[in-house]
């Protein structure tokens, strides 16, 4: 903190009109800014340290006039919000043609963090929640040098100079042992030899280019995979099979890897009621409850597209937001099913806090979601790519050269030992585990789209050689059961 106050002060004029965004108690801003937060307590405590205080919500449109402000100031704001590139293009839009914009980000592929995904370990050693041993991490995005360039570039800015920030000392527990350690490397200027892999945190100059290519503010959303609350289904394509966790073919449908692997350890539940959350166009739902031998069926989403095949029986309708409280009664269902939608939330504990609400005492829970310590997640992060599925913005897959150039949505995932964790919180107990390979679903991406091309041949041949590794696959799906009590 005091590093980033010090160049932050060095390097914008007090005399400035200057816009801090997520300003929280201004301890890294300078005197008569206007700090905008959506916060009322910290911003009472920004207002003492000299700040103008605004309450408002910096993931909304912002409340002030166009090209009115000097600098505007992102301090640690990027990761913590679902779509980055909106707060950019705010900033954009209230910055004078000869304004900065002066950013600061964590550097998620920093040497520890790769360290810890290849030991399956969830910390990042960024975020001071995981530090501290909490299973959900505060950060929504973890970006990269390369990645964050990418973004900011992206959104209409030009770089002008980079300052880097290298710790020289931890005070949570357990991280206290590596303070010598960062203290000789930061008098040695080792972290300046491999910025991108040793560099704790990141602050860009930025200036706005005069022709911006980046989609305005008001077209936030439009062409997403996923809608602003990171669920599945509002933006599909009647004909588009992506995501959906199945092709049609002849003689039914070609289910995915992870599909076949949630139906094998799908329990028996003759005349039950199941619940299917995020379920799209309602297919799986049908096939869920078929399995199951339930007697009632329930589908939940934001919107439901015409299905790519017929369901053998179409489950009951539900339009509702996850992000919020389930619009069920208590203990009405004896199970739930939710593949593909956790990472998706911006708050995972509610949508479990919820589940174990709607079942019954004993019921069972079926989900499915990425893996974050996966084996192609902790190779990618060794090379020094962007992996699969772990994302730095909503709208474009930055720093994945072999991408399919359209984002997941995906804002949390989990290693194997936090998502046993975060269900044990919540009192739930797992009972069966499996893996599910990546190549079926990459495939149904991949065919949905486009032609194939002459490095699909080669992809193909990886992934058909990465599949019959029996460890780390890319894809948890986990039967667990509600505890009595």
């Given at each position: 903190?005091?590093?980033?106050?010090?160049?932050?002060?060095?390097?914008?004029?007090?005399?400035?009109?200057?816009?801090?965004?997520?300003?929280?108690e201004?301890?890294?801003?300078?005197?008569?800014?206007?700090?905008?937060?959506?916060a009322?307590?910290?911003?009472?405590?920004?207002?003492?340290?000299g700040?103008?205080?605004?309450?408002?919500?910096?993931?909304?449109?912002?409340?002030?006039?166009?090209?009115?402000?000097d600098?505007v100031?992102?301090?640690?704001?990027?990761?913590?919000?679902?779509?980055?590139?909106?707060?950019?293009?705010?900033?954009?839009?209230?910055?004078?043609?000869?304004?900065?914009?002066?950013?600061?980000?964590?550097?998620?592929?920093?040497?520890?963090?790769?360290?810890?995904?290849?030991?399956?370990?969830?910390?990042?050693?960024?975020?001071?929640h995981?530090?501290?041993?909490?299973p959900?991490?505060?950060?929504?995005?973890?970006?990269?040098l390369?990645?964050?360039?990418?973004?900011?570039?992206?959104a209409?800015?030009?770089?002008?100079?980079?300052?880097d920030?290298?710790p020289?000392?931890?005070?949570?527990?357990?991280w206290?042992?590596?303070?010598?350690?960062?203290?000789l490397?930061?008098?040695s200027?080792?972290p300046?030899?491999?910025?991108?892999?040793?560099?704790?945190?990141?602050m860009?100059v930025?200036?706005?280019?005069?022709?911006?290519?980046?989609?305005?503010?008001?077209?936030?959303?439009?062409?997403?995979p996923?809608?602003?609350?990171?669920?599945?289904?509002?933006?599909?394509?009647?004909?588009d099979?992506?995501?959906?966790?199945?092709?049609?073919?002849?003689?039914?449908a070609?289910?995915?890897?992870?599909?076949?692997?949630a139906?094998?350890?799908?329990?028996?539940s003759?005349?039950?009621?199941l619940?299917?959350?995020?379920?799209?166009d309602?297919?799986?739902?049908?096939?869920?409850?078929e399995?199951?031998?339930?007697?009632?069926?329930?589908?939940l989403d934001?919107?439901?597209?015409?299905?790519?095949?017929?369901p053998?029986?179409?489950?009951?309708r539900?339009?509702?937001?996850?992000?919020?409280?389930?619009p069920?009664?208590?203990?009405?269902?004896?199970?739930?099913?939710?593949?593909?939608?956790?990472?998706h939330?911006?708050?995972?504990?509610?949508?479990?806090?919820?589940?174990?609400r709607?079942?019954v005492?004993?019921?069972?829970?079926?989900l499915?979601?990425?893996?974050?310590d996966?084996?192609?997640?902790?190779?990618?992060?060794i090379l020094?790519?962007?992996?699969?599925?772990?994302e730095?913005?909503?709208?474009?897959p930055?720093?994945?050269?072999?991408g399919?150039g359209?984002?997941?949505?995906?804002?949390?995932?989990?290693?194997?030992?936090?998502?046993?964790e975060?269900?044990?919180?919540?009192?739930?107990?797992v009972?069966?585990?499996?893996?599910?390979?990546l190549s079926?679903?990459?495939?149904?991406?991949?065919?949905?789209?486009?032609?194939?091309?002459?490095?699909?041949f080669?992809?193909?041949?990886?992934?058909?050689?990465?599949?019959?590794i029996?460890?780390?696959?890319?894809?948890m799906?986990v039967?667990?059961?509600?505890?009595?009590?």
């Amino acid at each position: 903190m005091l590093w980033k106050r010090r160049v932050v002060r060095r390097l914008v004029p007090a005399e400035a009109r200057i816009l801090d965004v997520g300003c929280g108690e201004g301890e890294s801003s300078v005197p008569g800014a206007i700090g905008l937060d959506a916060a009322l307590g910290p911003l009472k405590e920004a207002g003492r340290r000299g700040l103008r205080p605004v309450q408002a919500d910096a993931e909304a449109p912002w409340p002030l006039r166009d090209a009115s402000f000097d600098w505007v100031l992102l301090l640690d704001v990027l990761e913590h919000v679902p779509d980055p590139l909106s707060l950019l293009q705010e900033a954009r839009r209230v910055l004078r043609p000869s304004g900065k914009l002066l950013v600061t980000v964590p550097n998620g592929a920093h040497m520890a963090n790769r360290i810890l995904a290849l030991l399956g370990r969830t910390a990042d050693f960024t975020d001071a929640h995981h530090r501290r041993g909490l299973p959900f991490s505060e950060h929504l995005h973890r970006f990269s040098l390369s990645s964050a360039g990418d973004l900011l570039r992206l959104a209409g800015f030009e770089v002008l100079e980079r300052h880097d920030f290298f710790p020289s000392s931890f005070t949570e527990r357990g991280w206290r042992l590596l303070s010598p350690l960062a203290r000789l490397a930061a008098r040695s200027g080792l972290p300046q030899l491999a910025p991108s892999l040793l560099v704790y945190e990141f602050m860009f100059v930025c200036a706005p280019r005069p022709r911006v290519n980046a989609p305005r503010p008001r077209d936030r959303g439009k062409g997403l995979p996923y809608p602003a609350t990171g669920q599945k289904g509002a933006n599909w394509a009647s004909s588009d099979p992506r995501y959906r966790g199945y092709l049609p073919g002849r003689g039914g449908a070609k289910l995915d890897h992870r599909v076949r692997q949630a139906l094998r350890l799908l329990p028996p539940s003759p005349g039950g009621r199941l619940l299917d959350l995020g379920a799209g166009d309602t297919f799986l739902t049908a096939l869920l409850a078929e399995k199951a031998g339930a007697r009632i069926s329930v589908a939940l989403d934001l919107a439901f597209p015409s299905p790519l095949a017929r369901p053998a029986r179409p489950a009951a309708r539900v339009r509702a937001d996850l992000a919020r409280t389930l619009p069920f009664r208590d203990g009405c269902f004896e199970m739930v099913t939710a593949l593909e939608v956790l990472e998706h939330l911006v708050d995972p504990d509610l949508l479990l806090a919820e589940v174990r609400r709607v079942l019954v005492p004993g019921g069972k829970f079926l989900l499915s979601t990425p893996r974050l310590d996966s084996l192609l997640v902790v190779m990618a992060l060794i090379l020094g790519f962007q992996p699969p599925g772990v994302e730095a913005s909503p709208q474009r897959p930055y720093g994945n050269p072999l991408g399919e150039g359209r984002p997941s949505g995906h804002l949390h995932l989990f290693t194997r030992r936090a998502l046993r964790e975060a269900l044990e919180e919540h009192g739930f107990r797992v009972r069966a585990e499996a893996q599910a390979g990546l190549s079926s679903s990459w495939r149904q991406a991949r065919r949905s789209s486009r032609a194939a091309r002459p490095r699909d041949f080669l992809l193909e041949a990886f992934f058909l050689l990465y599949d019959l590794i029996p460890f780390r696959k890319d894809v948890m799906v986990v039967l667990a059961e509600k505890e009595w009590g």
